[in-house]
């Protein structure tokens, strides 16, 4: 395992995920970590880049324990001046911040360096305002750059190195194979991080967690996450995990029955639907205001949740001591990246309610992966391809697609434009290509001509989009038939809509909902 000490750059988490790509497996822990305080050794160890100036007050600095581990290490961009600073302090503002491309090149003589094993002239992404301004001492210059005549150094007799650059970037051409030389030439991690792998060590883990009378709640919602955690489940306790489906009436056209046979038939999940849709229904009947929905649709859901795990009398009398969660690593990672000297630690709060009434422990099987792995995970376990690359589904789900009042008749227009929507994108082999796509339905009344019929019915507004992670999103752009066929298709087929419009809004200003 490699250790990543992240000193707050928005890339420290790309060094985890690279490592990843050729099986390494790597932790991050926030550079204040002490060294003293873990309870593994890490093979080697990796400073990332941070937005600070390591000689200015309050600044971050890694614990100098870290260097009596006698394990190679790296500094990336911050990582590599916290090493210059730590032996001789040469660094200080550059002349010019140095941000986009640049060409670097192996120094004659330095062609044996084991980092560069393999790469001598590449080009590289630099992102830094600091830089060295001497070596420091008992270090020498590996590689230079235009801008940086410090682009790569080594320790004379040490296995420590320090990089200006960013090989965890994918701009910086071959910057994984520099990560790889680290971690698997230079610290002899091994690859053994594969998703098969992974579900056995996982499934043992679980089963050593839970005992072997214990029991585990969970719900599921049929998107990948909670489908793949409840399979990991599944496979290592069998009935003695629960799972929970709930009807909250705002789902989309047949996804329960769907999720129902696919869990249960296709997954052999102990799984309960409960129909909930017209308690929903009730509670959301009259309001309008986005944030109230949420809140109704997510309180009743915990109502209901528990009332069912109330119900639940494991068969040898004890009591259900673990709640599933889908946790994946980059809310874990958010929860402990490196925010600043001030640093506060935040929380999941996703299931924050039901964890304080109802006292259970948390079991979350997916924390140390990301979205791909998960997808990988869900496909070596056979889950249904549909269901492993699903658009991600809001928990209030078409209620906020909704704008207005949620009735059951609003309800049947938008799931109805929505499946035409959806059933089209897959007909045209563009649903992988598009990272969210949905109907809303605005209640506004337009004129429109059926027939020789006048008439007054409402608005559908497309939504499709690409994104990466959700924070900025461009919207997706069809061909002119495309977009004419589904129009078409609503307004013919959808009681109740007049008009189809289609929202090209990046995010932001606009969000990706339309609540
Ligand atoms: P926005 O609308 O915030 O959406 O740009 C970004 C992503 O988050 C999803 N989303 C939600 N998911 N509960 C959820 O579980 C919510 O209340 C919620 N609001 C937005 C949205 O579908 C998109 O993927």
Same mark, same amino acid.
């Given at each position: 395992?490699?250790?990543?000490?992240?000193?707050?750059?928005?890339?420290?988490?790309?060094?985890?995920?690279?490592?990843?790509?050729?099986?390494?497996?790597?932790?991050?822990?926030?550079?204040?970590?002490?060294?003293?305080?873990?309870?593994?050794?890490?093979?080697?160890?990796?400073?990332?880049?941070?937005?600070?100036?390591?000689?200015?007050?309050? @600044?971050?600095?890694?614990?100098?324990?870290?260097?009596?581990?006698?394990?190679?290490?790296?500094?990336?961009?911050?990582?590599?001046?916290?090493?210059? !600073?730590?032996?001789?302090?040469?660094?200080?503002?550059?002349?010019?911040? *140095?941000?986009?491309?640049?060409?670097?090149?192996?120094?004659?003589?330095?062609?044996?360096?084991?980092?560069?094993?393999?790469?001598?002239?590449?080009?590289? !992404?630099?992102?830094?305002?600091?830089?060295?301004?001497?070596?420091?001492?008992?270090?020498?210059?590996?590689?230079?750059?235009?801008?940086?005549?410090?682009?790569?150094?080594?320790?004379?007799?040490?296995?420590? !190195?320090? =990089?200006?650059?960013?090989?965890?970037?994918?701009?910086?051409?071959?910057?994984?194979?520099?990560?790889?030389?680290?971690?698997?030439?230079?610290?002899?991690?091994?690859?053994?991080?594969?998703?098969?792998?992974?579900?056995?060590?996982?499934?043992?883990?679980?089963?050593?967690?839970?005992?072997?009378?214990?029991?585990?709640?969970?719900?599921?919602?049929?998107?990948?996450?909670?489908?793949?955690?409840?399979?990991?489940?599944?496979?290592?306790?069998?009935?003695?995990?629960?799972?929970?489906?709930?009807?909250?009436?705002?789902?989309?056209?047949? *996804?329960?029955?769907?999720?129902?046979?696919?869990?249960?038939?296709?997954?052999?999940?102990?799984?309960?639907?409960?129909?909930?849709?017209?308690?929903?229904?009730?509670?959301?009947?009259?309001? %309008?205001?986005?944030?109230?929905?949420?809140?109704?649709?997510?309180?009743?859901? =915990?109502?209901?949740?528990?009332?069912?795990?109330?119900?639940?009398?494991?068969?040898?009398?004890?009591?259900?001591?673990?709640?599933?969660?889908?946790?994946?690593?980059?809310?874990? =990672?958010?929860?402990?990246?490196?925010?600043?000297? @001030?640093?506060?630690?935040? %929380?999941?709060?996703?299931?924050?309610?039901?964890?304080?009434?109802?006292?259970?422990?948390?079991?979350?099987?997916?924390?140390?992966?990301?979205?791909?792995?998960?997808?990988?995970?869900?496909?070596?376990?056979?889950?249904?391809?549909?269901?492993?690359?699903?658009?991600?589904?809001?928990?209030?789900?078409?209620?906020?697609?909704?704008?207005?009042?949620?009735?059951?008749?609003?309800?049947?227009?938008?799931?109805?434009?929505?499946?035409?929507?959806?059933?089209?994108?897959?007909?045209?082999?563009?649903?992988?290509?598009?990272?969210?796509? &949905?109907?809303?339905?605005?209640?506004?009344?337009?004129?429109?001509?059926?027939?020789?019929?006048?008439?007054?019915?409402?608005?559908?507004?497309?939504?499709?989009? *690409?994104?990466?992670?959700?924070?900025?999103?461009?919207?997706?752009? &069809?061909?002119?038939? &495309?977009?004419?066929?589904?129009?078409?298709?609503?307004?013919?087929?959808?009681?109740?809509?007049?008009?189809?419009?289609?929202?090209?809004?990046?995010?932001?200003?606009?969000?990706?909902?339309?609540?």
């Amino acid at each position: 395992t490699i250790l990543v000490l992240d000193f707050g750059s928005q890339y420290s988490h790309l060094i985890i995920r690279r490592l990843r790509e050729f099986n390494v497996y790597a932790e991050m822990l926030p550079c204040t970590q002490k060294i003293s305080e873990l309870s593994w050794k890490p093979q080697g160890v990796i400073l990332s880049g941070g937005p600070y100036s390591v000689y200015l007050d309050g @600044s971050p600095h890694v614990d100098m324990a870290v260097f009596d581990l006698g394990v190679p290490i790296l500094g990336i961009c911050y990582g590599m001046q916290e090493l210059a !600073w730590i032996n001789g302090r040469g660094v200080g503002e550059g002349d010019k911040k *140095e941000f986009g491309h640049a060409q670097v090149h192996v120094e004659k003589g330095r062609e044996n360096d084991p980092l560069f094993a393999g790469i001598d002239d590449f080009q590289v !992404w630099m992102s830094h305002g600091d830089k060295l301004s001497d070596l420091p001492t008992g270090f020498h210059t590996v590689a230079t750059s235009g801008n940086s005549p410090y682009a790569a150094i080594a320790h004379d007799e040490k296995p420590i !190195w320090g =990089i200006q650059f960013h090989p965890e970037v994918t701009h910086t051409a071959r910057g994984k194979e520099i990560l790889k030389n680290f971690a698997v030439n230079i610290c002899k991690s091994s690859q053994n991080w594969t998703m098969k792998n992974f579900i056995e060590t996982e499934i043992e883990r679980i089963r050593t967690l839970v005992g072997p009378t214990g029991e585990v709640i969970g719900a599921v919602s049929g998107g990948v996450d909670s489908t793949v955690a409840a399979k990991l489940m599944t496979e290592a306790i069998g009935d003695r995990f629960h799972a929970i489906l709930v009807d909250n009436g705002v789902m989309r056209l047949n *996804e329960c029955a769907t999720v129902k046979k696919t869990l249960t038939a296709g997954l052999g999940i102990n799984l309960q639907v409960i129909d909930a849709a017209d308690l929903f229904l009730g509670k959301l009947k009259g309001v %309008t205001d986005p944030e109230k929905k949420r809140k109704i649709i997510g309180n009743t859901f =915990i109502e209901i949740f528990e009332e069912v795990a109330e119900g639940i009398k494991p068969k040898d009398g004890g009591e259900i001591e673990f709640l599933l969660q889908g946790t994946l690593y980059p809310d874990v =990672i958010e929860s402990i990246s490196f925010k600043g000297p @001030s640093q506060t630690i935040k %929380t999941h709060h996703n299931v924050g309610g039901l964890l304080d009434n109802m006292k259970l422990k948390l079991i979350e099987p997916l924390r140390e992966l990301f979205k791909d792995e998960v997808r990988q995970l869900g496909e070596l376990m056979g889950i249904p391809h549909d269901l492993v690359w699903r658009h991600p589904f809001p928990g209030p789900g078409i209620a906020i697609r909704i704008l207005g009042e949620v009735t059951a008749e609003q309800v049947e227009i938008a799931r109805n434009a929505d499946h035409i929507f959806i059933e089209e994108i897959k007909k045209a082999g563009l649903y992988k290509e598009i990272s969210q796509a &949905f109907a809303a339905l605005l209640p506004v009344r337009s004129v429109g001509v059926m027939g020789d019929q006048r008439t007054y019915e409402q608005v559908i507004a497309l939504r499709a989009i *690409e994104t990466t992670d959700f924070m900025t999103a461009d919207w997706y752009i &069809f061909e002119a038939a &495309f977009l004419k066929t589904v129009a078409r298709r609503i307004v013919n087929e959808v009681k109740g809509v007049a008009r189809v419009v289609y929202d090209i809004t990046s995010k932001p200003p606009a969000t990706v909902e339309w609540e």
